[in-house]
């Protein structure tokens, strides 16, 4: 897929980002996703996310709905997140997926995809120096918690992630979680096709 569709397949959820750096290192990462990911459902077996995760295009679809709840969450006026820590929690949703199936892609999700990506996007020269160091660990770091208490790989048991701890990392769980409930359904303006 050429960078710029990768981009557009995101440009409702990037219009959100107000601060031009945090939007351009966003657009940047988008370029360097896997092509895959624009394709895959976002459950490789069905059990785990809703109908309109299924199916082509069904990870972009999980991905921009867990950024349109976390718009909706951001209307509560408990939370106190400043204008830059909105945009870099956006930022963390659209690239949290990223590499679900790993740097090449695999059969199913690779259980450990949050240490993939986090790894990917902190040491990729291509992103470098775009956000101040702490915003940048601010997106890797709640990319590598996003699975919540889900921290196991399904096939040896081992413990293989980290468990949210900040407001930031909780809040990013949050919004995935609700992206992946079968309960919760949302809808598409326009649907994906494979052409």
């Not at 945090?22 to 360097?32: D, G, L, M, T």
């Not at 199916?55 to 509560?76: C, D, K, N, S």
């Not at 890797?140 to 196991?152: R, S």
């Not at 900040?166 to 949050?174: A, G, N, P, R, T």
Request: include cysteine.
């Amino acid at each position: 897929m050429e960078d710029e569709n990768k981009v557009k397949s995101f440009q409702p959820e990037l219009d959100y980002i107000k601060n031009p750096k945090i939007r351009y290192f966003a657009e940047r990462a988008i370029k360097i996703m896997p092509d895959y990911f624009f394709e895959i459902p976002a459950s490789s077996t069905g059990k785990y996310h809703p109908q309109y995760s299924l199916g082509y295009g069904g990870l972009l679809r999980h991905t921009r709905a867990a950024v349109r709840i976390a718009i909706e969450l951001f209307r509560m006026d408990w939370w106190k997140f400043t204008e830059d820590e909105m945009d870099l929690i956006l930022v963390s949703l659209i690239l949290h997926d990223g590499w679900k199936s790993g740097i090449v892609q695999q059969k199913f999700s690779v259980a450990d995809h949050p240490n993939i990506a986090f790894s990917t996007i902190k040491n990729s020269p291509v992103l470098e120096g775009i956000l101040p160091q702490e915003q940048l660990d601010f997106v890797v770091n709640n990319i590598k918690t996003h699975m919540g208490q889900w921290t196991k790989d399904y096939k040896t048991g081992e413990t293989v992630l980290d468990r949210p701890e900040s407001k930031y990392q909780k809040f990013v769980h949050l919004a995935d979680y609700l992206a992946s409930r079968k309960c919760l359904e949302m809808k598409f303006d326009v649907e994906l096709s494979k052409e």
